[in-house]
């Protein structure tokens, strides 16, 4: 079983930043791949970004890439997502997850799910 606890979101402008962390405990967090998936509200959860085991390797969405960065630092058993020029499409309940395969955007992937941090960009 692997714990995950997000931290990190909050109210900013759009144009602006935030930096989104995942803390894991639990099983070893450096077996897994861990992504970031959001929801909006009256949405579906929808894929957001993935990174694989060691980080050598990541996975966006069209609507993230070249705004958003994933990343992981095993020493620490957490995983990163660095939000630039936000949007107000971008506000949501954002949720990490951990699973097997960083290369799918299928939710149903990771059975590893935190509780979600909110995401508010204001325009």
């Known amino acids: 079983q692997v714990q995950l606890v997000e931290s990190g979101g909050g109210l900013v402008q759009a144009g602006g930043s935030l930096r989104l962390s995942c803390a894991a405990s639990?099983?070893?967090?450096?077996?897994?791949?861990m992504g970031w998936f959001r929801q909006a509200p009256g949405k579906e959860r929808e894929f957001v970004a993935a990174i694989n085991w060691s980080g050598g390797s990541t996975n966006y969405a069209g609507s993230v890439k070249g705004r958003f960065t994933i990343s992981r630092d095993n020493t620490k058993n957490t995983v990163y997502l660095q939000m630039n020029n936000l949007k107000p499409e971008d506000t949501a309940v954002y949720y990490c997850?951990?699973?097997?395969?960083?290369?799918?955007?299928?939710?149903?992937?990771?059975?590893?799910w935190g509780q979600g941090t909110q995401v508010t960009v204001s325009s």
């Open positions: 639990g099983r070893t967090f450096s077996n897994y791949a």
């Open positions: 997850a951990g699973g097997a395969y960083y290369n799918t955007n299928n939710d149903n992937a990771y059975p590893y």
